[in-house]
């Protein structure tokens, strides 16, 4: 999908189209989750701090995320993609792999079509315009022999763009570009890359032999894999159906915050926006992680295993308290308080979708799954804000309310 | 003190007290084992305890040769590494207590180390003085039992205990003692073994008895099993369990006063808090009864398991009636797919489709001796029971699999 929480926002908001939008946290602490074109122009880019994305683009509409209606929207567009060949995987919210090759003869163009590409550039024509008619948004579609070559072509012609890179086109395609477009290579590696002259995947194709040793010995096994992807190979499979990996929430706070009863509100709120989203995937989690950043940027993780997995609050939060009352006890301030935190953010993983019944399924359990699929239903109704738990009141600081 | 010991009857039970005992505890005495050496008429014994405040063990050895009776009370680990480390070419090992020091001699080596006072070392519970009504804590229930049929319970139910307590009272088994009847229950919420045995008529009896025996004790007991058809005289208390392995047959064993002494005194606290309503649990409504050879069933589920992972454990299992097969199919993602084929020796009722964990099917298959296996099914959302004559019987919870 093409700036996909900013399309979709100048979709359902008029006065937003054609003018620079950001997606993410308003508060100018918060990080670009999404930028229009029109903002893209400027230098902003989604992951960037808010701060910096609103210095390089004053002009820009700042609208907070509405990821209830990202991730509904998601979904729809998933089911296009199902509706032309079972063998869909998602790999983010707003971004999918799909293996035609079953379904090829299906889609048969009537022109000669040996290799199959005429009906693939059908197929991706059809997603394209059902995308478009049925959620007015746009998206880029990238048809290749492979999973590495099609991710490349689809971001060839964004937005709204469709590209076909035919397996003996792939080595010209690939020649000019960055080093970077290889998968795995990361500003970090693109650097050691560029140390020893390589900028293009061409040149790494070409590298001599004193070249390519001192790139193993930097790199080791990942040079042969980027070497293959030179090539335009790549024979990772199509994973239909592969499972969500984790679903998480965090949230940067307006100012570096150490009330541990504010800290345990937040972290309520988001354990039941978590909560709600994995039971909308009618998956459960057995792991609970934590973020924590404090104000001089150190981040720490903690994790916890559930006895058995979960998707109620009501397991959940407990856990998570825990984790966060334990870091807490480790780095009071005096003067009372825990060290102020800049960022924090709940994720579950360890996702399944099996659930092992228990034998003596407690009145307890059934009264939280009840009072969640209550809460569900209101929020479906009259969004997020509707109805929360009592404890995640107090989440933002007495004086927010006189800023707003 | 000053013992001549066997060096492997004496390294074997020091290795089975050890086990008891924590590697690191708040008070160094508490991570020591008590050896106690004395005359008894003719024969010389040393007696070997262990505990960790809830376990405790004594093991009595007699191929020693008392040189001067004494308390050691010493490093329970490091005396285990010690034995094992002296040599093997002399059959004996000689301890030997100095002042604060206990020395250890073999034929080639010598170790010393520093011992604690015997005074620091808790008292154990009095096994003798529970039996006769003299401890403080008088026994509410005393009985024999063969030790390889108690034993064979054990190990029917305890590999289904939950290794933490949750609102129920199952990190242990349910130990209930009524008249002749012995049954013992272990869950651990997911599935639930039951096993029964007869017991002897006790010498002691208040009604029926009732106990949770933590899974630790439990777990102990097989290895103190030397001859299965000897005895083991269980005692109850308000607050603990007594195993005591006599090395008596069962079929001679006559309670009362003349009761020999001892080889192996196992005492566990019980574990405080109530077992689930577990009868209510057992469902007595399958209506689809399958006859499956033991060996078939647990070759099967092994493979299944193969292909499943922490995220994906159900095997999905297709009882069919006409074919009388049993397929399993498992799907572990991004890993790979099974499917295995299983024949069924009977079948009565229609087809059905129900997910398990193989891992709750192959733990207690493992426990069973028997050819064939009786399993009870309803529906893909209710409990399946495998049935073993009418003493063994084990519910299991299906897993919810997407359509």
Same mark, same amino acid.
């Given at each position: 999908?093409?700036?996909?929480?900013?399309?979709?926002?100048?979709?359902?908001? +008029?006065?937003?189209?054609?003018?620079?939008?950001?997606?993410?946290?308003?508060?100018?602490?918060?990080?670009?989750?999404?930028?229009? !074109?029109?903002?893209?122009?400027?230098?902003?880019?989604?992951?960037?701090?808010?701060?910096?994305?609103?210095?390089?683009?004053?002009?820009?509409?700042?609208?907070?995320?509405?990821?209830?209606? !990202?991730?509904?929207?998601?979904?729809?567009?998933?089911?296009?993609?199902?509706?032309?060949?079972?063998?869909?995987?998602?790999?983010?919210?707003?971004?999918? !792999?799909?293996?035609?090759?079953?379904?090829?003869?299906?889609?048969?163009?009537?022109?000669?079509?040996?290799?199959?590409?005429?009906?693939?550039?059908?197929?991706?024509?059809?997603?394209?315009?059902?995308?478009?008619?049925?959620?007015?948004?746009?998206?880029?579609?990238?048809?290749?022999?492979? *999973?590495?070559?099609?991710?490349?072509?689809?971001?060839?012609? *964004? +937005?709204?763009?469709?590209?076909?890179? #035919?397996?003996?086109?792939?080595?010209?395609?690939?020649?000019?570009?960055?080093?970077?477009?290889?998968?795995?290579?990361? +500003?970090?590696?693109?650097? *050691?890359? $560029?140390?020893?002259?390589?900028?293009?995947?061409?040149?790494?194709?070409?590298?001599?032999?004193?070249?390519?040793?001192?790139? $193993?010995?930097?790199?080791?096994?990942?040079?042969?894999?980027?070497?293959?992807?030179?090539?335009?190979?790549?024979?990772?499979?199509?994973?239909?159906?592969?499972?969500?990996?984790?679903?998480?929430?965090?949230? $940067?706070?307006?100012?570096?915050?150490?009330?541990?009863?504010?800290?345990?509100?937040?972290?309520?709120?988001?354990?039941?926006?978590?909560?709600?989203?994995?039971?909308?995937?009618?998956?459960?989690?057995? $792991?609970?992680?934590?973020?924590?950043?404090?104000?001089?940027?150190?981040?720490?993780?903690?994790?916890?295993?559930?006895?058995?997995?979960?998707?109620?609050?009501?397991?959940?939060?407990?856990?998570?308290?825990?984790?966060?009352?334990?870091?807490?006890?480790?780095?009071?301030? +005096?003067?009372?308080?825990?060290?102020?935190?800049?960022?924090?953010?709940?994720?579950?993983?360890?996702?399944?979708?099996?659930?092992?019944?228990?034998?003596?399924?407690?009145?307890?359990?059934?009264?939280?799954?009840?009072?969640?699929?209550?809460?569900?239903?209101?929020?479906?109704?009259?969004?997020?804000?509707?109805?929360?738990?009592? #404890?995640?009141?107090?989440?933002?600081?007495?004086?927010?309310?006189?800023?707003? | 003190?000053?013992?001549?010991?066997? &060096?492997?009857?004496?390294?074997?039970?020091?290795?089975?007290?050890?086990?008891?005992?924590?590697?690191?505890?708040?008070?160094?005495?508490?991570?020591?084992?008590?050896?106690?050496?004395?005359?008894?008429?003719?024969?010389?014994?040393?007696?070997?305890?262990?505990?960790?405040?809830?376990?405790?063990? =004594?093991?009595?050895?007699?191929?020693?040769?008392?040189?001067?009776?004494?308390?050691?009370?010493?490093?329970?680990?490091?005396?285990?590494?010690?034995?094992?480390?002296?040599?093997?070419?002399?059959?004996?090992?000689?301890?030997?207590?100095?002042?604060?020091?206990?020395?250890?001699?073999?034929?080639?080596?010598?170790?010393?180390?520093?011992?604690? /006072?015997?005074?620091? %070392?808790?008292?154990?519970?009095?096994?003798?003085?529970?039996?006769?009504?003299?401890?403080?804590? /008088?026994? &509410?229930?005393? %009985?024999?039992?063969?030790?390889?049929?108690?034993?064979?319970?054990?190990? &029917?139910?305890?590999?289904?205990?939950?290794?933490?307590?949750?609102?129920?009272?199952?990190?242990?088994?349910? %130990? @209930? &003692?009524?008249?002749?009847?012995?049954?013992?229950?272990?869950?651990?919420?997911?599935?639930?073994?039951?096993?029964?045995?007869?017991? @002897?008529?006790?010498?002691?009896?208040?009604?029926?008895?009732?106990?949770?025996? /933590?899974? @630790?004790?439990?777990?102990?007991?097989?290895?103190?099993?030397?001859?299965?058809?000897?005895?083991?005289?269980?005692?109850?208390?308000?607050?603990?369990?007594?195993?005591?392995?006599?090395?008596? /047959?069962?079929?001679?064993?006559?309670?009362?006063?003349?009761?020999?002494?001892?080889?192996?005194?196992?005492?566990?606290?019980?574990?405080?808090?109530?077992?689930?309503?577990?009868?209510?649990?057992?469902? @007595?409504?399958?209506?689809?009864?399958?006859?499956?050879?033991?060996?078939?069933?647990?070759?099967?589920?092994? =493979?299944?398991?193969?292909?499943?992972?922490?995220?994906?454990?159900?095997?999905?299992?297709?009882?069919?009636?006409?074919?009388?097969?049993?397929?399993?199919?498992?799907?572990?993602?991004?890993?790979?797919?099974?499917?295995?084929?299983?024949?069924?020796?009977?079948?009565?009722?229609?087809?059905?489709?129900?997910?398990?964990?193989?891992?709750?099917?192959?733990?207690?298959?493992?426990?069973?001796?028997?050819?064939?296996?009786?399993?009870?099914?309803?529906?893909?959302?209710?409990?399946?029971?495998?049935?073993?004559?009418?003493?063994?019987?084990?519910?299991?919870?299906?897993?919810?699999?997407?359509?």
């Amino acid at each position: 999908m093409d700036a996909f929480f900013a399309s979709v926002e100048q979709r359902d908001d +008029p006065s937003l189209r054609g003018k620079p939008v950001l997606v993410g946290g308003t508060s100018g602490r918060g990080v670009v989750t999404a930028a229009s !074109y029109e903002a893209r122009k400027f230098g902003c880019r989604s992951a960037m701090p808010m701060a910096q994305a609103m210095r390089l683009c004053p002009q820009a509409l700042i609208v907070k995320g509405r990821h209830g209606v !990202y991730s509904a929207v998601s979904r729809q567009v998933m089911t296009i993609l199902e509706s032309f060949s079972p063998d869909v995987q998602p790999v983010s919210i707003d971004e999918a !792999y799909l293996d035609c090759s079953g379904v090829l003869r299906h889609h048969a163009t009537g022109q000669p079509d040996a290799d199959g590409f005429g009906a693939g550039q059908l197929i991706a024509e059809q997603i394209r315009r059902r995308v478009r008619a049925e959620l007015g948004l746009t998206c880029s579609v990238g048809v290749a022999g492979n *999973k590495f070559v099609a991710k490349v072509a689809s971001d060839l012609n *964004k +937005p709204d763009g469709l590209c076909v890179i #035919r397996p003996e086109e792939a080595r010209d395609v690939l020649g000019p570009l960055p080093i970077g477009v290889l998968r795995g290579v990361g +500003p970090h590696a693109a650097e *050691k890359f $560029t140390a020893l002259g390589i900028r293009t995947v061409a040149e790494l194709r070409e590298a001599d032999a004193a070249t390519l040793l001192a790139l $193993t010995s930097q790199f080791g096994d990942q040079l042969d894999a980027w070497q293959r992807m030179c090539h335009g190979h790549d024979d990772r499979r199509v994973h239909a159906g592969e499972a969500q990996k984790s679903i998480g929430k965090e949230q $940067t706070f307006r100012q570096d915050d150490g009330d541990l009863g504010r800290l345990l509100a937040v972290l309520m709120k988001q354990a039941e926006h978590v909560c709600r989203e994995l039971r909308e995937a009618k998956l459960l989690c057995r $792991t609970v992680t934590i973020k924590i950043r404090t104000g001089d940027f150190l981040t720490v993780t903690r994790s916890c295993t559930l006895d058995r997995p979960a998707s109620s609050v009501a397991d959940v939060f407990p856990v998570a308290e825990r984790l966060l009352r334990e870091w807490g006890a480790g780095n009071r301030v +005096p003067g009372g308080g825990v060290l102020p935190l800049r960022l924090l953010g709940i994720s579950l993983h360890q996702l399944t979708d099996q659930q092992q019944l228990d034998l003596f399924a407690a009145k307890a359990d059934e009264r939280h799954d009840k009072l969640d699929a209550v809460s569900d239903a209101i929020v479906a109704k009259f969004g997020s804000g509707a109805i929360s738990r009592l #404890r995640s009141l107090g989440a933002s600081r007495p004086d927010d309310s006189n800023r707003r | 003190m000053k013992v001549i010991c066997e &060096r492997a009857a004496l390294l074997d039970a020091v290795n089975q007290v050890a086990a008891v005992v924590p590697q690191r505890s708040p008070s160094p005495a508490l991570s020591c084992l008590k050896l106690a050496a004395s005359r008894q008429g003719n024969y010389g014994q040393l007696v070997i305890s262990g505990s960790d405040a809830e376990t405790s063990l =004594q093991l009595t050895i007699m191929q020693v040769d008392i040189g001067e009776p004494g308390v050691a009370v010493v490093p329970a680990h490091k005396l285990a590494q010690i034995l094992s480390a002296v040599d093997q070419s002399d059959p004996t090992v000689t301890l030997e207590l100095d002042g604060e020091t206990c020395r250890i001699k073999g034929a080639r080596s010598r170790f010393t180390i520093y011992t604690f /006072p015997a005074a620091d %070392f808790p008292p154990l519970p009095d096994f003798a003085a529970t039996v006769s009504g003299a401890a403080p804590q /008088p026994a &509410r229930a005393v %009985f024999a039992h063969q030790a390889g049929a108690l034993k064979r319970v054990i190990e &029917r139910t305890e590999f289904a205990s939950a290794r933490e307590t949750s609102r129920y009272a199952i990190n242990g088994v349910l %130990f @209930k &003692r009524d008249g002749k009847k012995l049954e013992m229950v272990a869950t651990d919420g997911r599935r639930l073994a039951l096993c029964r045995s007869s017991v @002897k008529a006790g010498d002691k009896e208040e009604g029926p008895t009732q106990c949770i025996v /933590p899974k @630790k004790a439990l777990s102990l007991f097989g290895k103190l099993v030397k001859d299965p058809l000897s005895t083991v005289q269980v005692a109850i208390t308000d607050n603990r369990a007594f195993f005591a392995m006599l090395d008596v /047959p069962a079929e001679d064993f006559k309670p009362g006063k003349t009761a020999p002494q001892p080889r192996a005194v196992l005492s566990s606290l019980l574990v405080e808090g109530s077992f689930p309503p577990y009868e209510d649990v057992i469902p @007595k409504d399958g209506d689809r009864k399958i006859t499956i050879l033991t060996e078939e069933l647990a070759r099967a589920v092994r =493979q299944a398991s193969v292909l499943t992972n922490e995220e994906s454990r159900g095997v999905r299992m297709a009882f069919g009636a006409r074919s009388k097969t049993l397929k399993l199919s498992s799907r572990a993602p991004e890993m790979g797919e099974s499917e295995i084929e299983c024949s069924l020796a009977d079948f009565i009722g229609d087809d059905i489709e129900i997910s398990f964990n193989p891992q709750f099917i192959a733990e207690a298959l493992r426990t069973l001796d028997e050819s064939e296996v009786l399993l009870e099914l309803k529906q893909p959302n209710r409990p399946g029971v495998f049935k073993v004559g009418t003493d063994f019987l084990y519910v299991v919870m299906p897993v919810n699999l997407p359509a």
